[in-house]
Nanobody, 123 residues
Framework: VQFVESGGGLVQPGGSLRLSCAAS????????MSWHRQAPGKERELVAV????????YYAESMKGRFFISRDNAKNTVYLQMNSLKPEDTAVYYC?????????????????WGQGTQVTVSS
């Protein structure tokens, strides 16, 4: 199982970025996929999840209306469109595949974490 994230960079507050994650080593089209992030000195947190066919999504409260998760099952790739970025969005962003857990359709990650992609929001 492997995840390769890309698309991060330095952006000014209010700007946008689109992250990509290429996944391999498992049946991508059968798994929900997620984005997580980890800021310096903080725990890794869940950002967004998308169901296997793309019809269902979940967003952490602070990302609702600004971040949008999507996927292309033909390319084994999941995306995160980030708009109206804020300095507090600065973090390393990671993707993973999700396994149902605790009665939810997501909650446990399938594989090890990739290298992530750095997003820095600063003027």
């Amino acid at each position: 199982v492997q995840f390769v994230e890309s698309g991060g960079g330095l952006v000014q507050p209010g700007g946008s970025l689109r992250l990509s994650c290429a996944a391999s080593g498992f049946t991508f089209s059968r798994c929900a996929m997620s984005w997580h992030r980890q800021a310096p000195g903080k725990e890794r947190e869940l950002v967004a999840v998308i169901s296997s066919a793309g019809g269902g999504t979940y967003y952490a409260e602070s990302m609702k209306g600004r971040f949008f998760i999507s996927r292309d099952n033909a390319k084994n790739t999941v995306y995160l469109q980030m708009n109206s970025l804020k300095p507090e969005d600065t973090a390393v962003y990671y993707c993973n595949a999700e396994i149902p857990y605790g009665g939810s359709w997501f909650g446990m990650q399938l594989g090890s974490w990739g290298q992530g992609t750095q997003v820095t929001v600063s003027s």
